[in-house]
């Protein structure tokens, strides 16, 4: 203090002393508006921003005081701000939103860095509570499945060429492995083969297969082996899928159900061609094609594709 203020200084104590009674009652009469004064005054912006440096300062300068009057203080601090939390709820949540937008970077990397220091602490904690973890992320995966469908969708959408040159690379890495499989699988499943063949054909003639194996299957088993064409018994591994209105006559974006398609022999098969029989055969062929399409649209808005 230089010698003018420390003169101030004992003026002013000269003065307390001497008048004390009297500014102990105007204190106590006049508590309210000395209150008001003080809090319109510590609200100005600069007063504010001043108050906050010399508050901090004062606290890096006596941490140790702090800390120490936080532990000797523990319980009534926490009454404390738990009184003051309760009574101001709402004021608490938005500071804390301002708060976590403002220091995004700053709060993760504070969160990296506990985590990185505690990564002994968590193994242990997550041995310790396996199921417990567990059953929690089942159920907050069941409650969030629609959310997380939709961030998924999100990534999928937005990491488009990455995840396909993943994948490239991935099957690049591992060609021999999923080669040898695949020629296990058709081996395995003759039809399913056929199946996809021909839908991979009907794909590129832009008609729609919208049937699927299971039905294919059905429709094989339910000829006994017998060609409807020719009606003659020729084994159901001899019959193979025939558009009952031929691809070549279909306009792009033809529908065929199960209903449009046929399991025929081999012969009846190439003798039938391009060449649409009859005329009636071709009405009938139309209807159904209108019908199956109503039949869709009723069912499935929006898609026909299996
Ligand atoms: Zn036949």
């Known amino acids: 203090m230089t010698r003018?203020?420390?003169?101030?200084?004992?003026?002013?104590?000269?003065y307390y002393q001497k008048n004390k009674e009297k500014i102990k009652l105007y204190l106590k009469n006049n508590k309210e508006q000395i209150a008001a004064g003080g809090k319109k005054y510590r609200s100005k912006p600069g007063v504010k921003a001043r108050r906050k440096k010399q508050h901090r300062a004062y606290y890096l300068a006596n941490k140790d005081k702090a800390k120490l009057y936080?532990?000797?203080?523990?319980?009534?601090?926490?009454?404390?701000?738990r009184v003051w939390r309760e009574a101001n709820k709402k004021q608490e949540a938005t500071q804390q939103k301002v708060y976590k937008k403002a220091n995004k970077g700053k709060i993760a990397a504070q969160r990296r860095a506990y985590n990185l220091a505690n990564q002994d602490k968590a193994n242990l904690y997550r041995q310790a509570n396996k199921k417990k973890i567990a059953a929690r992320a089942?159920?907050?995966?069941?409650?969030?499945k629609k959310s997380i469908a939709?961030?998924?969708?999100?990534?999928?959408?937005a990491n488009k060429d990455k995840i396909a040159g993943k994948a490239k690379a991935h099957y690049?890495?591992?060609?021999?492995?999923?080669?040898?499989?695949?020629?296990v699988w058709r081996k395995n499943y003759p039809e399913r083969v056929k199946f996809h063949c021909q839908?991979?054909?009907?794909?590129?003639?832009?008609?729609i297969h919208a049937f699927t194996v299971k039905e294919w299957k059905q429709k094989l088993k339910d000829t006994f082996g017998v060609c409807p064409v020719c009606d003659t018994y020729k084994g159901i591994n001899k019959l193979s899928l025939d558009h009952i209105f031929p691809i070549s006559k279909a306009k792009p974006g033809r529908v065929y159900t199960i209903k449009d398609i046929q399991a025929i022999c081999k012969s009846c098969n190439s003798s039938k061609g391009a060449k649409i029989e009859t005329e009636n055969q071709i009405n009938q062929s139309l209807?159904?094609?209108?019908?199956?399409?109503?039949e869709l649209a009723e069912k499935k808005p929006g898609g026909i594709e299996t």
């Open 199 to 207: 839908k991979r054909r009907a794909r590129k003639k832009n008609i």
């Open 4 to 14: 003018d203020k420390e003169k101030k200084a004992a003026k002013a104590r000269l």
């Open 287 to 294: 209807a159904s094609q209108q019908q199956t399409k109503l």
């Open 172 to 183: 690049g890495a591992n060609k021999e492995k999923y080669s040898r499989r695949s020629r």
């Open 150 to 157: 939709k961030t998924r969708r999100g990534y999928r959408e």
């Open 138 to 144: 089942k159920a907050w995966a069941k409650a969030n």
């Open 70 to 81: 936080y532990q000797n203080n523990k319980e009534k601090i926490t009454a404390h701000k």
